[in-house]
Structures are given as structure tokens and as C-alpha cells.
């Protein structure tokens, strides 16, 4: 059996797609240490799916309503406050739009699934190493081959200082590429505990790699200091506690999270004995006592203030894409790169028809995918992982919340292949049925 799903994972199921998958494990190897090969060789695998599967590609409903965000996208940059930034911005759309479209054909089994999160796992042990020598050893390193081929830049004490970043450019990003980690190691560690209680897997290894793993991110993720990271880390462990039945869990997490909370924002009688046993490393970070003179323009209420009245003034095109930073310095008198709200920035830079049409397209994703989850369709031992590239989607849309990740050339990578990968499935499925009922 374990042979059988190797197989699956490693060779295509259609001959004529073995080579850019090949193309995507080796990209996703290389990505996280050099996200231009890496990326170059994922899109190299997209736009030959594209071609191969072009019939395919086409009469997909999802892909079309990508195309008409591109248009819209486009007639807002034409409208843009400043339209030259407003057109640059369009790569941080466009073109994932096409790899979306390319990857979703490309992956069609859960073997495939499981290949991506094993090769995320292991390709993260040197990002959590070189992080956590940043931030225990006071490792720096500014190194650069050919521009972008190679680009590694570890500021001492992390950036900002104090706060974990390893090779990422900052420590949110960190956070958030520590996030999906974790979530898919917890599903593939689960996997494997079920395999050896089966006595279908021998081997003890991969379930101790995956364990040490664990631990290594959770702590980098700890040492991010991103109360995001922190929030979208607790979710995650509900999110399998409550899928596995295992009650006891739910309530110990619940419990930390009350007393840290607690000791955060109650009143000063009853936080002053939470704060006996909560280290403030975490309640001050969460009530921002650790930063008591940051800046009003640098709290996330102001900025989602102003991209709301940004949406109200123009709320057909907005103000074009990362016009957001000028308007902010000019009226702050701050350097910000974003509001801190992925659907808020979307609203005030490309107009509210734009960003309800992107929300539609991916709620579209996640209900199709919760439905396959919920089905008859989809295997039993297949499950667990298709639940964790979920449970990593709906932290993503969480994380976006209070934050903005596609400026980040990595993140915004896993994002689309992500969200490529449960749409594929879904789409495979869907294809099966019909042909059974024919």
C-alpha cells in the first residue's frame, strides 16, 4: 500500500503531465532558499499544463472568473490615483492568476497533496535553523548570488529587532510561512501515528522527523512574537482538536488561551493573578504594554479607518493598486506598506465590484472543498490531508485579517498553490462522477 501511494505521489497519473510535476517537486524543494528557481521552474510546470490541458484549462468556470477579475483589475489601474505603481501591482495579482489555473490542472490526487507537504516540511527545517541562529547565536548574513538567484539577508536580532525573521523580510512573514508548516506537519504526523496504530507503516522515522520538526516551528513561531502567527497557531490546534474528537484538548487550549487573555485585558485585580503564571512575554505583547509609545498612525484601527474612507470615496475603482502607502505618508506622515487587511486594501485600491468578485472566487474554492470534505467521494484514509490544506486556507484568510501576505513573494507562492491544490481535487472528483453517471 505505502509503495503504491510513493508511486502516486512521485509519477503523474496522465503521462503527458510527469514533467511539470516533476518540475513543481524540484521548484518546491529549491523555493523557500531561492524563491527566483523555485519560482521559475513552478511557473515553467504551470504554463506547460497550460498547454497540454489548454481544453480543459478553458471550460473551467473558476478560471474565467479569474480572467474577469484580471480585466477589472486592469480598467482600476487605468483609474489609479498613480498609475504607475497601480500597473506594477497587477504582478502581485496576474500573474498567480495564471499559475492558479496551471497547478489546478496539474494536481489531481491527494498523493499529490501529501508529496507537497512532505517537500514544504523538509524545505523548512533550514529556515527554522537559520531563524533560530538569528535569534539565540546572533547570526547575520548578507549574502547575494547573480541579483536574485540566490538571496540571503539574516538581520542581526531579526527584523525588527527582537523579533524572529530568519531569511524572510520580516518577522510576520516568518510567522505566517511557519503557520502553514506547522499546520500540514500536524496533518502528516497524524497520518503517519494512524499508519503505525494499523501496523501499516513499520517505520517510526518519518513520524519522529515530523515531531522534531513540529516542535522547531512552533518555537520559531513563538519567537516571531506575532500575535497573528500566535492567534492563526491556536486555531489550527482547535481546528484538528475538534476533527479528531479529542475534547480533553479542545479544553486545555481553551483554558491557556482564557488565562493568557486574561492576563492581558482584564481588569487590573484579576489580571495582576493571571500575571503570576502567564509570562509576559505573551500578555504584553497582546495588550501592546511591551510597545507603549507606538505611534497612532501605526495602530491597525487608524489604518483600517483610512482605507474604509479611501473605499468610500472611490468605491467603484479605488485608487489604484499600492497607491495605499503614498495617501497614508501624506496624511500620517508615516511610511506604511499596506492597512493591515488584505480585503480593506483590496477595497480601497481596486473598488468594491473587484474585491467582492475575488472574495466570491475564493468562498467559491473553500464551499466546493468543504463539500468534497463532507462527501462520500473522497476516500477515508484521504481525509485528513485534504483537511489540512483547509485548515491552512482558512488561516490564510485569517491571517489576512489583520495583515497583508501577497507582497510577500513566498507566501503569496503557497498561497495560489494552495488554493490550486484543493481545486484541482475537487475538479477530479467532479470529473469522476460525471463519467460514472454517463
Known sequence: MLGASLKQAV?????????PWNLTQVGLILFP??????????????????????????RRPINWGFALLSVLLIIT??????????????????PYFIVFAGLSALIQKTAQLRQIAWILSVASVPITILGLGQFFLGWSLNLTFLWVVLEWTIA??????????SILMHANTLAAY???IFTLGIGLGLEQWQLIKNKIQPSQVPLIFLIVTGILNFIGLIF???????????????????YQGWRILVGGVASIVTCILLAAFAPSAIAQFFRRFVPAFFWARLNDDMY????????????????????????????GLRNFSKLYKAKMQISLGHPHNLFLMLSSETGLPSTLLFCGLIGWILIISIQLLNSKYLHQEDRLIFFSYLVVLFGWLLFNTVDVTLYDFRLNTLSWLMLSAVCGLVYRYDQEQRLKHQ
Not at 509519477?11 to 514533467?19: E, K
Open 11 to 19: 509519477y503523474h497519473s496522465n503521462p503527458a503531465l510527469q514533467l
Open 33 to 58: 532558499l531561492s524563491p527566483f528557481l523555485g519560482a521559475v521552474l513552478i511557473v515553467l510546470a504551470s504554463l506547460i499544463t497550460l498547454v497540454r490541458q489548454w481544453s480543459k484549462v478553458i
Open 77 to 94: 489601474a487605468g483609474f489609479a490615483y498613480e498609475k504607475t505603481p497601480a500597473f506594477v501591482g497587477l504582478f502581485n495579482f496576474i
Open 156 to 165: 542581526p536580532g531579526g527584523q525588527p529587532p527582537g523579533r524572529m525573521s
Open 178 to 180: 511557519l503557520v502553514i
Open 224 to 242: 516571531t512574537n506575532s500575535r497573528n502567527g500566535w492567534a492563526i497557531a491556536i486555531f489550527v490546534c482547535l481546528a484538528y482538536a475538534l
Open 292 to 319: 507603549p509609545d507606538r505611534p497612532v498612525a501605526l495602530m491597525r484601527k487608524t489604518q483600517w479607518e483610512f482605507a474604509w474612507s479611501l473605499t468610500q470615496q472611490h468605491p467603484w475603482t479605488g485608487w
